[in-house]
């Protein structure tokens, strides 16, 4: 379960996200990218994981319009997946929210520790 908190202040916004991960991290180097780009149609949305072992996320675009309007993505040192990801939420909000809701699990499959 994670927790999901904006705060306001004069000129821009803070993201708090906090979660239990029960994974180990063999290196302290994790970074979690979020990016929304409005355009004409559907936007741009992209809330994707990085570390030393694993880039993974949720894909809102054009990229594999076979998986549907949301694709998963994971790439390990073996391999490259892309599945469904099966979120039709339009706000942007809504989007990260269930992706970071997500994460957890997803980075819990990919090692044991």
Do not use: N
């Not at 309007?69 to 039709?88: L, V």
């Amino acid at each position: 379960m994670s927790h999901l908190a904006f705060v306001r202040g004069p000129s821009s916004w803070t993201l708090t996200w906090s979660c239990s991960l029960e994974r180990c991290f063999h290196d302290q180097r994790r970074k979690l990218e979020v990016l929304w780009r409005p355009r004409e149609g559907t936007d741009v949305q992209r809330v994707h994981w990085i570390d030393d072992l694993v880039t993974l996320g949720w894909h809102k675009d054009d990229d594999h319009p076979d998986l549907g309007t949301t694709h998963f993505q994971r790439e390990t040192g073996e391999e490259t997946i892309h599945d469904p990801g099966h979120i039709e939420v339009e706000a942007p909000l809504g989007f990260l929210e269930i992706c970071l809701d997500r994460l957890p699990e997803e980075l819990h499959e990919t090692t044991e520790c």
